[in-house]
């Protein structure tokens, strides 16, 4: 079974630096992508950044950046500079291109960001 | 409308009312999702409709009844609820190639949802 780790409940910030919000995942597959998504309060789950298995190249959005470990099954988000509005909860998500739930998104528990001025 | 817009943002009901929760896309998509998102708990996959068809339910008591009229919208009827199911649904959209796992989902702003 598919399964995603994000073992910070909470991370704090100062405003301007930079922050890793850390994911591990378990598959059995080889293809598969991994996602971030940031979650404000209001509640709108907004897609951040997008890594293929496949991908020999760390995707990079803007200030948002994954570490993609594949032999460590890690998918960290980088995010640099920080800045207030980048309060919210981060989630990671994976999904297979394999057998099973081909439109399945599994998800971590996520991780509650706080940057402080 | 860009996106993906929820109507309405928040719900309150009791347990013998009937209620719909509306989705509609705004990207071209060709399947639709309802995610439930609890509290403490990570977030769900409810149902999969894909080309207008229900490709998955994930063992959803009947009392929520899915619905999509076209590849724009879906709807959740909701009737009889339990507190416990109380939460945040979340509706999503995605450009389905094949099933291929790049396929990027987009979600809604959620209904909040309180059963009284």
């Known amino acids: 079974a598919q399964k995603i780790t994000q073992t910070q409940p909470g991370m704090f910030v100062q405003e301007k630096e930079a922050v890793t919000l850390d994911c591990t995942y378990d598959t059995s597959d080889q293809s598969y992508g991994l996602f971030w998504y940031k979650q404000p309060s209001s509640g709108e789950m907004i897609f951040l950044i997008y890594?293929?298995?496949?991908?020999?190249q760390n995707a990079t959005e803007g200030r948002y950046s994954l570490n993609f470990q594949k032999a460590r099954k890690s998918a960290n988000l980088v995010i640099s500079a920080s800045q207030l509005g980048d309060s919210a909860m981060y989630f990671c998500a994976m999904r297979n291109g394999g057998g099973g739930s081909n439109y399945k998104l599994t998800f971590g528990k996520g991780t509650l960001l706080t940057v402080n001025p | 409308e860009t996106g993906v817009t929820q109507t309405p943002r928040h719900l309150v009901m009791g347990m013998t009312n009937k209620k719909s929760l509306k989705c509609e896309q705004h990207?071209?998509?060709?399947?639709m999702y309802w995610y439930k998102q609890s509290a403490k708990k990570p977030l769900e996959l409810m149902f999969v409709y894909s080309l207008e068809e229900r490709v998955e339910n994930n063992s959803v008591p009947s009392r929520f009844s899915p619905e999509c009229p076209n590849s724009s919208h879906l709807f959740l009827h909701l009737h009889t609820l339990q507190p416990e199911d109380s939460a945040l649904y979340l509706c999503?959209?995605?450009?389905?190639?094949?099933?291929?796992?790049?396929?990027?989902?987009?979600f809604g702003p959620g209904t909040r949802l309180t059963v009284l």
């Open positions: 890594q293929g298995s496949y991908d020999e």
């Open positions: 990207l071209g998509h060709n399947a």
């Open positions: 999503a959209s995605s450009q389905e190639t094949s099933g291929s796992w790049a396929d990027t989902q987009y």
